[in-house]
Structure formats: structure tokens, C-alpha cells
């Protein structure tokens, strides 16, 4: 399954913030630097009310991600549109014409969320909310989107995926031993 280049960044740009440590003002500064590149705004200094910010986003992503339903997923997903006030643009900036979400010279934490907010929204009512899953491995809960064609994936990384196999053949072998 292909999702279209931009909105697979943005989405990608979102499970990458649910995935991160924004509680910590370290983690968030290290979010924004990494992909600076999204920011049309130069000054990238985040003030507390910023990470604060991000650490809500963060989580309004996460409980979409969570919905148990596709009622709730709405809901879930309005509510993170709703603070992130979207203003879709086509801009050709970089050569390739696309949409922006947010102004040029927004505020830093305008632009992610209206960013990550479009990114989910445009998979979720595209391909369903199942494309979004919380790795299964008991000790992730990493966000993760899922391409395959069959919507069966499970864990975030083969890395869990291969823990996760290696410790239940563990188990087996353990249980068999006398």
C-alpha cells in the first residue's frame, strides 16, 4: 500500500512525535531539530509553553491512534483538528507543488500540528484507522502505520517483532523441558 509522499511524511512526521519523549524538554528540542526541515519559521527555539504544547499534541495523536472505534476515531481526530486550526496552501517552494498547512512564519508548534493533524487525517479517512496500530510487543507502545495489504501488523520494528518470537520460543522450550 502507497500512500502519496507528502502525507506519508506528515504522517510519518506524527508517529514519530507520539513516539517521542516530550515530556522531556531535551527530547522535544531534538524532535524539532531533526526535522527542522518541515519549519518554514527560522527561529526554532521552543519556549515552555511550546513543549507543552507538543506534549499534547503528542498525545491527541496517540489517542487517535488508540480509538477502539471509528466513531471514536472521529471524534479523536476532530478534537486534534480542531486545536491545530489547519489552512491548507499550495505552495512550490522546494520545486515540487504541495500543500502546506499553516502559513508561512507560524509559529513552530502551529505548523507541527497542523501538519501531523492533516497527516493523520488524510490515512485515517483514506484508509481507516486500522492503518494505525500500538506495537504489540509487551514492552513497546510504539505508534506505527501499517502497509502492508492485509492490515496485519503487529509490532512498530522487526525488531520487536524478532524479540518477541525469540522470547515466546523461549517459553516453549522451557515449558518442555522436564
Same mark, same amino acid.
Given at each position: 500500500?502507497?500512500?502519496?509522499? %507528502?502525507?506519508?511524511?506528515?504522517? =510519518?512526521?506524527?508517529?514519530?512525535?507520539?513516539?517521542?519523549?516530550?515530556?522531556?524538554?531535551?527530547?522535544?528540542?531534538? %524532535?524539532? /531539530?531533526?526535522?527542522?526541515?518541515?519549519?518554514?519559521?527560522?527561529?526554532?527555539?521552543?519556549?515552555?509553553?511550546?513543549?507543552?504544547?507538543?506534549?499534547?499534541?503528542? /498525545?491527541?495523536?496517540?489517542?487517535?491512534?488508540?480509538?477502539?472505534?471509528?466513531?471514536?476515531?472521529?471524534?479523536?481526530?476532530?478534537?486534534?483538528?480542531?486545536?491545530?486550526?489547519?489552512?491548507?496552501?499550495?505552495?512550490?517552494?522546494?520545486?515540487?507543488?504541495?500543500?502546506? %498547512?499553516?502559513?508561512?512564519?507560524?509559529?513552530?508548534?502551529?505548523?507541527?500540528?497542523?501538519?501531523?493533524?492533516?497527516?493523520?487525517?488524510?490515512?485515517?479517512?483514506?484508509?481507516?484507522?486500522?492503518?494505525l496500530g500500538i506495537c504489540a510487543a509487551g514492552d513497546c507502545?510504539?505508534?506505527?502505520?501499517?502497509?502492508?495489504?492485509?492490515?496485519?501488523?503487529? %509490532?512498530?520494528?522487526?525488531?520487536?517483532?524478532?524479540?518477541?518470537?525469540?522470547?515466546?520460543?523461549?517459553?516453549? =522450550?522451557?515449558? =518442555?523441558?522436564?
Open positions: 500500500m502507497e500512500y502519496d509522499t %507528502y502525507s506519508a511524511e506528515a504522517l =510519518q512526521l506524527a508517529v514519530d512525535l507520539a513516539n517521542t519523549d516530550v515530556a522531556s524538554r531535551a527530547s522535544a528540542e531534538e %524532535y524539532i /531539530r531533526v526535522n527542522a526541515e518541515w519549519f518554514t519559521c527560522r527561529d526554532l527555539r521552543l519556549s515552555d509553553a511550546d513543549v507543552a504544547d507538543i506534549g499534547d499534541l503528542a /498525545r491527541k495523536i496517540r489517542s487517535v491512534v488508540e480509538s477502539g472505534s471509528d466513531d471514536e476515531a472521529v471524534t479523536r481526530l476532530n478534537t486534534l483538528l480542531d486545536c491545530c486550526s489547519p489552512v491548507p496552501r499550495a505552495t512550490n517552494h522546494d520545486g515540487e507543488l504541495h500543500l502546506h %498547512y499553516s502559513p508561512d512564519g507560524a509559529p513552530i508548534v502551529d505548523h507541527l500540528g497542523a501538519t501531523v493533524a492533516m497527516g493523520m487525517a488524510h490515512v485515517v479517512c483514506k484508509y481507516g484507522r486500522e492503518r507502545a510504539d505508534v506505527f502505520v501499517d502497509t502492508s495489504r492485509n492490515k496485519s501488523r503487529r %509490532y512498530c520494528s522487526e525488531t520487536c517483532a524478532s524479540r518477541t518470537t525469540v522470547s515466546a520460543y523461549r517459553a516453549r =522450550q522451557r515449558a =518442555q523441558t522436564p
